[in-house]
């Protein structure tokens, strides 16, 4: 397949330029390869920095505007929402997440309210954000409830749909929840509400930031290796993706990001379906602390950005998302 020899050839050659380099560019970016997260708090007119994640802050409600219209002249198609919610309003079953005026469903409101359909918006179902113990399910003698957390997840999922939610994105890794939420949505007639399933999730000390940042850090008890999956496997990953996709999965998530290029380039390839990628907090704060302290250049996060790209990504989350006009190059 691979022809020719040197001297004749010289790979070199089409390397001499820039206009040259550019022709023959495999793989680009665009701010249409791009989800915004955004993180929730209460109050009012606030914008608080996020001390682990430098660049990264948490809005009120009503200083969503600020950011979501920087997200539409930038051309993003979709943001997500990680609320922070309030200790005393978590509890051992993370009731909160059903709570109809909960930091998520007025965000949602708020969004579709402003701005319509001009961009989507997508949420995690999973009940960390809520639950006094920081797990995802709900928990009896220490073990992760799989079928009791998933009637509360699709409650959590109707919820949202009923605000205006357009993609459910269950984080959770409970087995079988894509179906029972698919079924449930369908029953309701969100029939074109879409599913992006955290299909391969990693049980990853990637995502301590994020942590930090929805206040669950402190209260986690334990690990979340019953449910999210050992970063030793890969056949896993792809039983993980082939389930979720006969249960109704639209698209399919790998998480983290760039310690799990493989995945995802062996999920697009075997099943050919809209896989994105999650680039966590724990990869975003490396590389921001990183270039903070002049140890690589900015232009890092280009790379890393593109290869997800490489490795077929249709899309990225990433917390650089707000900034790609910096970035994009
Ligand atoms: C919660 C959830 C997590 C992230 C997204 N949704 C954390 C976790 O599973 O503990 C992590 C994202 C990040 O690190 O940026 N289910």
Redesign the pocket.
């Known amino acids: 397949m691979i022809t020719g020899k040197y001297p004749s050839l010289r790979l070199r050659r089409n390397r001499k330029e820039s206009w040259s380099r550019r022709l023959i560019q495999e793989n680009t970016l665009s701010p249409s390869d791009f989800i915004l997260?955004i993180f929730l708090i209460d109050g009012s007119n606030k914008k608080h920095p996020i001390s682990s994640m430098p660049g990264v802050y948490r809005y009120t409600i009503n200083r969503l505007a600020q950011l979501i219209d920087k997200a539409i002249k930038l051309n993003i198609p979709m943001v997500a929402l990680?609320p922070k919610t309030q200790n005393n309003k978590k509890n051992d079953i993370g009731s909160e997440a059903l709570n109809e005026n909960n930091l998520v469903c007025r965000g949602i409101l708020e969004i579709k309210k402003r701005y319509k359909n001009q961009i989507g918006i997508m949420c995690?179902v999973?009940l960390?954000?809520y639950t006094s113990h920081?797990h995802?399910g709900l928990i009896k003698s220490n073990e992760i409830l799989n079928d009791e957390t998933i009637e509360i997840l699709i409650a959590q999922s109707l919820l949202q749909a009923e605000m205006g939610c357009d993609v459910i994105a269950p984080?959770?890794m409970m087995d079988g929840r894509i179906g029972k939420i698919r079924k449930a949505l369908d029953k309701s007639n969100f029939k074109n509400v879409r599913i992006l399933s955290?299909a391969a999730?990693y049980a990853?000390s990637?995502?301590?930031?994020?942590?930090d940042?929805?206040g669950?850090k402190s209260l986690?008890r334990g690990n979340?290796k019953t449910y999210?999956m050992d970063f030793r496997n890969s056949d896993e990953a792809l039983r993980e993706v082939a389930l979720d996709i006969k249960e109704g999965a639209d698209m399919v998530l790998v998480?983290?990001g760039m310690p799990y290029l493989d995945i995802i380039k062996s999920i697009k390839e075997k099943f050919k379906l809209p896989v994105f990628a999650?680039?966590?907090?724990?990869?975003?704060s490396l590389m921001s602390n990183g270039i903070r302290k002049g140890l690589i250049n900015q232009k890092a996060i280009y790379e890393s950005l593109v290869s997800f790209k490489r490795a077929g990504a249709n899309a990225i989350?990433s917390?650089y998302a707000d900034r790609l006009d910096k970035i994009l190059y």
């Open positions: 997260p990680f995690d999973a960390d954000p920081g995802d984080s959770d955290y999730k990853s990637f995502y301590g930031p994020f942590r940042a929805v669950s986690l979340k999210q998480k983290p999650y680039q966590v907090s724990g990869e975003y989350i917390y």
